[in-house]
């Protein structure tokens, strides 16, 4: 989401506490729903340290601090992703979770489904399945 935004995402959904309970609730659906566990199957049994890192990487995506980029450096979030095989079915996956989480979360309707659009952009470019992967 563009830094140069007068007044961020980030700011008008709430900041930091809202991108938290975002990002809770977001893995909460996985672990819980039957659609989530593609997804549930990648991640490591311990959910603790994504959910911490996700809402660091959230925080600075909508124009918050950078404390993703503090930590971890350039996100490089497609090449991250690459050890996983990500398509339709996970992108969808993700994305239900996402949505779910949203519509809990965020109250601002206009910067809620901005970001969704946004986040479901972003989960499409995350495709490497070969048949699968985004046209640039
Ligand atoms: C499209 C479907 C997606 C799948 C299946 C997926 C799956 C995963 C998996 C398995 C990990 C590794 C977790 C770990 O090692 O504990 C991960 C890391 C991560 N994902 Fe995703 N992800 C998806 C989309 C996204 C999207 C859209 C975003 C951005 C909003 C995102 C942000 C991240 C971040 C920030 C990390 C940590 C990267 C790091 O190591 O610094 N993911 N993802």
């Given at each position: 989401m563009s830094e140069t935004e007068a007044t961020t995402a980030y700011a008008l959904m709430g900041g930091q506490e809202t991108v938290d309970r975002l990002v809770d609730r977001f893995y909460d659906r996985m672990e819980a729903l039957p659609e989530g566990a593609v997804v549930r199957a990648?991640?490591?049994?311990?959910?603790t340290a994504i959910r911490t890192l996700l809402k660091k990487y959230m925080g600075e995506w909508l124009g918050g601090p950078k404390r993703y980029t503090s930590e971890r450096?350039?996100?490089m979030l497609r090449a991250r992703h690459l050890p996983f095989p990500i398509g339709n079915a996970e992108r969808d996956a993700w994305m239900l979770c996402m949505n779910g989480a949203l519509d809990e979360t965020v109250s601002h309707v206009e910067v809620r489904e901005h970001v969704r659009a946004a986040l479901a952009n972003l989960a499409g470019w995350m495709r490497n399945l070969p048949a699968e992967e985004p046209t640039v």
């Open positions: 990648m991640h490591p049994g311990d959910l450096g350039h996100p």
